[in-house]
Each structure stands twice: as structure tokens, then as C-alpha cells.
């Protein structure tokens, strides 16, 4: 099937685990009549997949998969190529993230990725590893993703265990006092301290919203660490906390794909207002806004945006001022740019009919 895919769409479909196939799987059909005249006599076979019901058994099914990628010449089994890099991440994910479900829903978010660049860009990722190490060095936010997936469904299983069992104090009548015999005084209770390392605090001034998202999943990214930290914030550190602010929508010239975050001033009808996410988010706006200082100190900003895999259409900004604008690459992608009109400039560009 692998084969007949790839010679006739010149691509390697998605396929869910359930429909790779192991020597050790037992193939299991069901016969019945053709729905045709002609063919009333005929058997029809329809291959009844077998789910993954163990994660042992998802990491033989991808290994099969990609040793039958190059038993067929299109994709060697190699770190060089990428599918042994692959399956070393996600060992590693494993290892974070233990639960088969956790690591199918990441599984599924890689190759899904990979079968829409090889879909869609066609003319830029002509080979399967092109677009396989394509998404493991620069779409590291899937994994990200994956990973506040897994500490937002712990967020909720612990609420609903709250909700499905909440504390519930004795309604009886007054505690009854315990006579004290004279001249002995009643030795107080020892009350045993919590250990700090087993429960971290949440510092009051961050938002509970921030803190649910980032506490687990970003310790080493935390938003009020980078904020406090002395030295020069670098660009891995930012792209981490990055990874974990929410999708605010497009801009109103993006397409379909990617995602945006925005923060700070905005002007909308003459009003000028702060977005919502500067309440929000202020901790990681404000390591964010650090880091921007840090790399063009001479620039004054009001707002900025982080954009994920956006593709804008050419558009105006009528209601901007005339202050720079400044880029700032945190990722290291291909095949991207940045076209702007000048002039005076040499490259000639057909939008809507205009040259």
C-alpha cells in the first residue's frame, strides 16, 4: 500500500498506527457479498485494523514504517535523514511525558506536519527527509505543544478529581473541650511542615491562567526567572516561552496557516487602548519586551507580535505611524523573507494586478 501511495500522489501519505502493519500483527478480514450484479459471487476483503494498545508496540509499528521507507528507496533509516532522530525525540518525549495517549497525539501532530509540507509545498521539499528534518529543526513548537497538552489534561483531571471529591467539614455541634488536669499545661501538637521542593507556591502576582500553563511545562523558562536574570537573555530562552503563549488569532492580512500572539498598545476608531494579553501575560511580555531591548536598545516600541509559520498577504498599515519596524528572527527557518515597497527598489512584484 506504502508503494502504491507513493507511485501514484509522489508523496508519503499520513497513516495512523493502527494501519501499520508487523510480521507479529494477525490480519483479520471479513468476507461478504459485492454490492455489483456482475460480480455477486465475489468476495470483497477489508482489512480490519489493529489499534495500539501499548506504547512498545507504537515504536515497533514506526520502526517498521520507516525500515519500509527504505526498503523502497525513498527514505533511509538514518540520523543523517531523519527517522532516526526522530524516534530519539520521541523516546525522549516518552521519558517527559509517559502515556500512550500523550505520545500518539504527538506522534500524530509530527507526521501530520510533515505530510502537509510535503502536500503543499511540493516545489520546496521534493524528498520525505527534507520535510522530516524540516520539522524536527525548526517546528519544535509541535513538541512544545504536545507537552502543555499533557499539563493542561493534568490541570483538569486534578480539578475534576476536586470537583468529584471535595473536602467536606463536619456539621456536628461544637468540639467538645478536653479537660486539662491541674498543674500540667497540654503539649501543642507538632504540625509538620510541608516540604517546599514537593509543591511550588504560586507567586500571587503572577495570573493563575499564566502559572497553570508555564509552571510544569517551562520550569526552566518560567517568565518572572528571565525577567530577574541578570545576564543577557539569549534566543533559545525566548523561543522556549514562546512555544507556551496561546494563538491570538490572524492578522487580518495572515492566511489560514501558523499562529500569533500580540501585547501591548494598539489604536483602533481613534482609541488607543493596551490588549488584553499585557493583563494576562505580563511576566513573559515583559521578559519578552527585555529581550527586545536587549537586541535594538536605540529602538522605542509600543506593541510587538511573535508570529508562528504566518504567511501575510502584502497589505498597508494606514494607521501606523512612521517609526521603524523591527524584525527579530528567533527561529532558525528557511524559505521565509520579508518583501517591502520601496521605490527605488529592483525586484518588480504583481499584487492584485498592480506592478
Known amino acids: 500500500r506504502l508503494s502504491r501511495d507513493f507511485l501514484i500522489h509522489g508523496i508519503v501519505p ?14 483479520v478480514v471479513k468476507s461478504g457479498l459485492s454490492r455489483n450484479a456482475e460480480d455477486l459471487l465475489s468476495i470483497s476483503r477489508a482489512d480490519q485494523p489493529e489499534p495500539v494498545t501499548d506504547v512498545t508496540t507504537l515504536f515497533h ?36 511525558c509517559p ?41 519544535k513548537y509541535l513538541w512544545n505543544d504536545a507537552r502543555t497538552s499533557v499539563t493542561l489534561s493534568k490541570v483538569e483531571h486534578n480539578r475534576q478529581q476536586l470537583v468529584a471529591n471535595p473536602d467536606q467539614r463536619p456539621r456536628g455541634g461544637k468540639k467538645k473541650k478536653r479537660l486539662q488536669t491541674p498543674g500540667k499545661e497540654e503539649t501543642p501538637k507538632k504540625i509538620s511542615k510541608e516540604d517546599p521542593a514537593k509543591k511550588l507556591k504560586r507567586d500571587d502576582r503572577i495570573p493563575e491562567k499564566e502559572w497553570k500553563l508555564i509552571a510544569d511545562a517551562a520550569k526552566k523558562a518560567i517568565a518572572q526567572e528571565l525577567v530577574a536574570k541578570k545576564t543577557p537573555l539569549s534566543r533559545d530562552e525566548i523561543l522556549q516561552l514562546a512555544f507556551y503563549l496561546p494563538d491570538q488569532g490572524q492578522h487580518k492580512a495572515a492566511g489560514e496557516r501558523g499562529r500569533a500572539f500580540f501585547a501591548g498598545a494598539y489604536r483602533h476608531g481613534g482609541i488607543t487602548r493596551l490588549r488584553a494579553s499585557c493583563r494576562s501575560w505580563p511576566w513573559s511580555i515583559q521578559a519578552i519586551t527585555k529581550y527586545i531591548q536587549q537586541k535594538v536598545p536605540e529602538v ?4 510587538f507580535a511573535i508570529l508562528y509559520d504566518q504567511e501575510a498577504k502584502p497589505h498597508r498599515d494606514s494607521g501606523n505611524d512612521a517609526t521603524p519596524n523591527v ?16 521605490p527605488l527598489g529592483q525586484d518588480t512584484r504583481d499584487i492584485d494586478g498592480r506592478v
Open 99 to 139: 502515556g500512550l495517549p500523550f505520545l500518539m497525539a504527538a506522534d500524530r501532530a509530527i507526521r501530520k506536519k510533515i505530510f502537509r509540507l510535503l502536500s503543499e509545498q511540493r516545489a520546496t521539499y521534493t524528498a520525505f527527509s527534507q520535510a522530516l528534518l524540516e520539522v524536527l529543526n525548526n517546528h
Open 14 to 27: 499520513f497513516y495512523e498506527p493502527a494501519e501499520i502493519r508487523t510480521r507479529a500483527d494477525v490480519i
Open 327 to 342: 524584525v527579530i528572527k528567533l527561529s532558525d527557518s528557511q524559505g521565509d523573507g520579508l518583501w517591502i515597497e520601496d
Open 61 to 96: 509499528r514506526l520502526h517498521a514504517f520507516f525500515m519500509a521507507l527504505e526498503y523502497l528507496n525513498i527514505c533511509a533509516f538514518s540520523r543523517a535523514e531523519g527517522p532516526l532522530k526522530y524516534l530519539q525525540e520521541l523516546e525522549q518525549f516518552r521519558s517527559e
Open 300 to 303: 522605542v516600541f509600543t506593541s
